[in-house]
């Protein structure tokens, strides 16, 4: 219980952080960003092996996201984590800043892969998995991509790709907020019954709550007791998780945030704090 509480403070944390650097970017995607902050913070403090002080370290577990317009929600774990200082999150999507509008390798410290085109983010994952399980220990490699990316070809090519190599080092995590740029994923191009098609392809899959800590690690101690294989996490989470009026809201475009916006959503996550 006081691990889950100290895991729900640092979400709250990074989720005013989100608010706050997309607010001074006056650009950003934050409904996108807020529905991966409990898996991140998951992830970054409970589940993978990393060394802050050296973000580089050969032994180090990976992470894709192939959800790029969520790294406001990665940028802004890597800095509470400590691989860059807090400040840096305040010049997001600035000209020449470390932290630019979608993930750059070379640019960003504990970023492990370029991200931003849609579909792209599991095959990066599975050439990593791939040599890397080579090692011993194998390092994990944990890949993140959006629902709304799943209508994209290259995925399902990447799909079966996995279940042909069998790299049981990878973990691929669905975000299943069900929206996407022009309305929900389920309007415009049906995924459901989407467990069952993962399968289908090859994979051992489990859905659990994206927002609960206990329910994300049921489902991953499910998955690593499963026979050798890809596996894959299909989360339920909530588009805008935590703050009212982004919740559900399928018109998360990136453009300018009024002062009035970013003042009420950092109002309600100071309440979620009480």
């Known amino acids: 219980m006081e691990k889950r509480a100290f895991l729900e403070e640092k979400a709250l944390a990074v989720r005013r952080d989100v608010v706050r650097m997309i607010g001074l970017a006056r650009s950003g995607f934050p409904a996108s960003s807020l529905s991966i902050v409990d898996v991140l913070v998951w992830l970054y403090w409970k589940v993978m092996t990393l060394r802050t002080e050296e973000p580089s370290w050969e032994g180090r577990d990976r992470f894709v996201l192939g959800k790029g317009r969520g790294c406001p929600a990665l940028y802004a774990v890597l800095a509470n984590r400590s691989f860059f200082p807090r400040d840096e999150l305040w010049s997001y999507r600035r000209l020449g800043a470390m932290l630019q509008g979608f993930p750059e390798v070379r640019r960003t410290p504990g970023v492990d892969a370029p991200g931003g085109s849609p ?37 399902w090519e990447s799909a079966m790709t996995s ?33 069952d098609k993962l399968r289908a392809f090859g994979w051992t899959v489990e859905e659990c709550d994206g927002h609960d800590f206990l329910s994300l690690e049921g489902a991953l101690v499910s998955l690593r007791s499963s026979p050798k294989g890809p596996r894959c996490m299909v989360v339920r989470t909530i588009s805008g998780k935590g703050v009212s009026f982004l919740e559900k809201n399928s018109s998360d475009q990136c453009g300018s945030l009024s002062r009035d916006f970013i003042d009420r959503a950092l109002r309600e996550l100071e309440r979620g704090g009480d």
């Open 119 to 155: 579909g792209h983010g599991l095959g990066l994952a599975n050439g990593l998995a791939l040599a890397l399980r080579e090692r011993t220990p194998a390092p994990s490699v944990f890949c993140l991509v959006g629902d709304g990316e799943l209508q994209e070809g290259v995925f």
């Open 163 to 195: 279940a042909s190599f069998s790299p049981d080092n990878l973990v691929l995590i669905v975000d299943r907020d069900g929206q996407q740029m022009g309305g929900g994923t389920e309007e415009i191009m049906p995924l459901e019954p989407l467990a």
